[in-house]
T-cell receptor, first 110, second 117 residues
């Protein structure tokens, strides 16, 4: 059974810092990995999707990498802003629908 | 207009009542999903449907049922609501993907906050 872990559960950084969020998964037989952002009480917004054949994807200040063999993905956020404060979730897709981690709650302090 | 809509957005009900949550999408996707989110437990899959004639149980289907009325509509029912079904419920959609892109991007609705008293 696929398990997805995100560490740390919460992170607080000053504005302007570059930061990395981590995601690990137990079964490397995946089709894709997706990173989402969730604001409190709101729905999930897709940030980046990495197919299993890809190593990384970039969108603006965000860069996500995927290392299938080691069961790891990272989400890099450059020059963080207070508006980046949210919970970030990673989810892994395989033969079954997405399996989610519990998320990292990010606070960017002005 | 939003691509994935959920109704109602908020609902308070009593133990034993039958509740239906509805999801509609205009993305033209074949695949639809229902999840619930609880503090500390994350998102868990309840049911999913890969096309109109396909219904599959997810991780936590007990106490729930679904209906795929059309490609664009997927409803979740709680036959007899109980307090531990109090949660935030999300509908999501994706297309099937082809070739190496076996799993494509999922898009989520805004959620329904359900409280069972």
């Amino acid at each position: 059974k696929q398990e997805v872990t995100q560490i740390p559960a919460a992170l607080s950084v000053p504005e302007g810092e570059n930061l990395v969020l981590n995601c690990s998964f137990t079964d490397s037989a995946i089709y894709n990995l997706q990173w989402f952002r969730q604001d409190p009480g709101k729905g999930l917004t897709s940030l980046l999707l990495i197919q299993s054949s890809q190593r990384e994807q970039t969108s603006g200040r965000l860069n996500a990498s995927l290392d299938k063999s080691s069961g790891r993905s990272t989400l890099y956020i450059a020059a963080s802003q207070p508006g980046d404060s949210a919970t970030y979730l990673c989810a892994v897709g395989g033969n079954t629908p997405l399996v989610f981690g519990k998320g990292t709650r990010l606070s960017v302090i002005a | 207009d939003a691509d994935v809509t959920q109704t109602p957005r908020n609902r308070i009900t009593k133990t034993g009542k039958r509740i239906m949550l509805e999801c509609s999408q205009t993305k033209g996707h074949d695949r639809m999903y229902w999840y619930r989110q609880d503090p500390g437990l994350g998102l868990r899959l309840i049911y999913y449907s890969f096309d109109v004639k396909d219904i599959n149980k997810g991780e936590i289907s007990d106490g729930y049922s679904v209906s795929r009325q059309a490609q664009a509509k997927f409803s979740l029912s709680l036959e007899s609501a109980i307090p531990n079904q109090t949660a935030l419920y999300f509908c999501a959609t994706s297309d099937a993907g082809t070739g190496l892109a076996r799993g494509n991007e999922q898009f989520f609705g805004p959620g329904t906050r359900l409280t069972v008293l």
